[in-house]
């Protein structure tokens, strides 16, 4: 399967985000990764649907949106309105992760599941027949710019394993960098999400030198 990049938008500047879509946009990225945090689910805030909204007419870029947000089924139909491509949801933010899922699809779109560090990949054995893209958080949620966790390595092999005949994406969110990547793939990573990478400097060499050390 072929690498696929995803600028994390929480990492671009945000007081200037049309020229920011734009710049990755001519770099040929596969999509652009949203992330909504509520304050609550996370420590942090950020993008909500009609910002979301405002923004898909700037760009044909697939979004790749991130809920961070306590019960999410509140929020599901407001980003499916928005313009969302795929919605993902983290699996300790929902009580009935399979219902979740079923909603995010009922409105055409693709649908995710997230793991923050600590939780185990057990628990999607049971909802691989309803999820599109598995996100497995390499930081724990809620801020650009952190380390990347080593044992993360391990758990996306494991993922890889269980996914096996499923057509199902591995993406990994939270300190992807040139040191970090070409490793979650060789694990069986095939979307990276990069924020502070691909924003910080001269945003078309960062994405270009992403990937060609993955490939
Ligand atoms: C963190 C977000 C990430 C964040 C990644 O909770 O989900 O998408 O923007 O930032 P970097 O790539 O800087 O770790
Ligand atoms: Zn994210």
């Known amino acids: 399967m072929s690498v696929k990049i995803a600028p994390s938008l929480f990492g671009a500047d945000l007081g200037n985000l049309e020229s920011q879509i734009k710049a990755v946009e001519e770099c040929n990225v ?8 509520d304050g609550n689910f996370v420590p942090n805030i950020a993008f909500g649907p009609d910002q979301i909204k405002m923004l898909r007419s700037k760009t044909k870029l ?5 809920l961070m947000v306590q019960e ?4 599901i139909p407001r980003f499916a ?22 909603l995010i699809k009922s409105f055409g779109i693709k649908a995710g599941v997230v793991l923050t560090p600590a ?3 057990d628990t999607l054995k049971y909802v691989l027949d309803e999820t599109d893209m598995i996100l497995l958080m390499t930081v724990n949620p809620g801020y650009g710019g ?14 890889a394993e269980m996914v096996k005949g499923y057509d199902i994406d591995i993406q990994v969110d939270g300190g992807i960098n040139l040191e970090t990547a070409p490793k979650v793939v060789e694990a069986g990573a095939n979307v990276l999400v990069a924020g502070s990478f691909t924003f910080k400097g001269d945003i078309a060499k960062n994405i270009s030198d992403l990937r060609n050390c993955v490939k």
């Open 62 to 66: 697939p979004f790749d949106v991130h």
């Open 119 to 121: 939780t185990p990949v």
């Open 72 to 75: 999410p089924d509140r929020l």
């Open 146 to 159: 952190q380390s990347f966790i080593p044992n993360s390595i391990g758990k996306i092999k494991d993922i």
């Open 30 to 37: 596969e999509m652009l990764h949203i992330d909504v945090m």
């Open 81 to 102: 309105d928005a313009g969302a491509d795929i919605i993902m949801v983290h699996q300790e933010a929902t009580t009935h992760l399979h219902r979740s899922l079923k």
